[in-house]
């Protein structure tokens, strides 16, 4: 992969988070000029975040779990 192919390949990442902003974050969390977080106490802005990070751990576990099994089948092949 060049330097450039990566950097394409992180602007169309970028370009599906900005999506997600426009789309189903809008019509869950825009209240016109501002956002939903905006007006959320900080015990609840910290309460979520933890939960955030408790299920991107979670989801980072299973996908370290998939690229092994995929990682072991690629191996019997060979």
């Known amino acids: 992969m060049t330097s450039e192919q990566l950097a394409k390949a992180i602007g169309h990442m970028i370009n599906s988070?900005?999506?997600r902003?426009?789309?189903v974050g809008a019509a869950q969390y825009d209240k016109g000029s501002r956002q939903k977080i905006e007006?959320?106490?900080i015990?609840?802005?910290l309460?979520?975040?933890?939960?955030e990070i408790d299920d991107l751990?979670?989801?980072?576990s299973w996908?370290?779990?998939r690229t092994?099994?995929?990682?072991a089948n690629l191996k019997d092949l060979t």
Request: charged fraction near 35%; avoid cysteine; hydrophobic fraction near 45%.
């Open 68 to 71: 092994q099994k995929v990682r």
């Open 39 to 41: 007006d959320k106490s």
């Open 47 to 51: 309460d979520e975040a933890l939960e």
């Open 17 to 19: 988070l900005e999506s």
């Open 21 to 23: 902003i426009i789309g």
């Open 43 to 45: 015990d609840q802005v």
């Open 57 to 60: 751990l979670v989801y980072l």
């Open 63 to 65: 996908a370290r779990i």
